[in-house]
């Protein structure tokens, strides 16, 4: 099932003056970013003001906060993301005018053409693996363009266009669009079970990744995670499809096969089982394997393995990506985008790794504090259960009532679904009223305790607050 339709690309010199609606988000503001690299004209309009619109304007966008028809000017063409709804007068006003309208990912695939075009996918690892990607390279000497789901750490920036042939994308299969790209290489990651809402069912979810598989460049090359079953069908796939496949992971058989992974503060290092050792300064064994894919590609595109391995070394990794946003009154605190069953678990694990450690070389031993912001009413009815056990890697969980983004409220679905699943050996809070949340963790914690926010939704804006009430409460 293809959710959106591919239909023809048209290259982007040819898309004239480009308008974007909600043109703020990191993905829409990204591709504006480099359309205004390579000289088109480009507005946008967003719902609210934010940095992001005043670098796109310090680069010659015309920007508006709000909505209007007006806004559109004597734009030719017309970005949306599936966020969009029907109604925005923009687009009832492109609409009208005959206007040439496209989803998102067709105007990042219109900036690919021409490029080597790698495309990263997967239910879980794009965007840290994608930034992994572009810094490597970068340090190898490819200077890719890019464009990342997130922004990187070091430089704040989610996009850009390079001076080599090579273009870097995360491909988001949550509505299908990563069926709009035809990569020269792909990474697919891992396949699991998400974004239901629009799949109805993980078959369809799986019939979609091979169909991405299928838009490969014939005579290209597939890199799959090997830990994962449904990327070892994929590369199956592949390989049957004529690619050349390499596969990545602690799995026996892997091409390029992860073993020694150590944890090091917030950070870790391994081998690659015939390159050599890696060190990351970014926890986690899961980015251990996002690395590991970062060779892999790199090796595919013809990279020194030391060069790319010195750039995996200084990757600061990617904002929201179990970010370490500051310490306050002896509590640290991070923020994560985590909002799927198994990325909390993969970044508990990793707090959980951290926190041994640091008792160990320290002695400072502090519990887990999970604060989890439900997204999505769908994911969050069709996962209670899953999230709720995931949380029970945590010594404490907070949960909040879901961030309903793109989605009317469902009855009967809320936050408590979740906080009532999580196992009993974790003491959990459910606190429906977000404003509460920082003065409730302020009570929870102790010195030596570790915060972590988690969500795809506003909860990462609770961090600061947080801090700030340990401050005030000393």
Known sequence: ?????????????????????????????????????????????????????????????????????????????????????????????????????????????????????????????????????????????????????????????????????????????????????????????????????????FEKVKENFARFVDRIEPGGVLIAGADDPVAVELADLGRARGLTVRTYGTAADADLRVIGFTPRGLGSRFVVEGLGEVTLGVPGRHNALNAAAVVAVAGALGCDFSAVRDGLAGFGGAMRRLERKGETAGVELFDSYAHHPTELTADLEATRDYAGQRAQETGRAGRIIAVFQPHLYSRTRFFAAEFGAALGLADTAVVLDVYGAREDPEPGVTGRLVADTVPAGTVTVYVPDRAEVPGTVAGLVRPGDIVITLGAGDVTDLGPLILQRLADSG
């Open 1 to 201: 099932m293809s959710l959106i339709d591919p239909g023809e690309i048209v290259p982007a010199e040819r898309l004239g003056k480009v308008h974007f609606i909600a043109i703020g988000g990191a993905g829409m503001s990204g591709i504006a970013r480099i359309m205004l690299k390579r000289g088109i004209a480009v507005s946008g309009s967003d719902a609210r003001d934010s940095d992001l619109l005043g670098q796109l304007a310090g680069l010659g966008a015309k920007v508006f906060v709000g909505h209007a028809a007006e806004y559109l000017g004597d734009a030719d063409t017309v970005v949306v993301s599936t966020a969009i709804r029907p109604t925005n007068p923009e687009l009832v006003a492109a609409r009208e005018r005959g206007l040439r309208v496209l989803h998102r990912s067709a105007a990042l695939a219109a900036l690919m053409i021409g490029r080597r075009a790698v495309a990263v996918a997967g239910t879980h690892g794009k965007t840290t693996t994608t930034s992994m990607l572009t810094v490597a390279l970068q340090h190898a000497g490819v200077d890719p363009a890019y464009c990342i789901g997130g922004q990187l750490v070091t430089t704040g920036l989610g996009a850009d266009e390079g001076s080599g042939d090579v273009f870097v994308a995360e491909a988001d299969e949550s509505d299908g669009s990563f069926l709009m790209y035809t990569p020269r290489i792909a990474v697919i990651t891992n396949v699991e079970a998400d974004h239901l809402d629009n799949y109805g069912g």
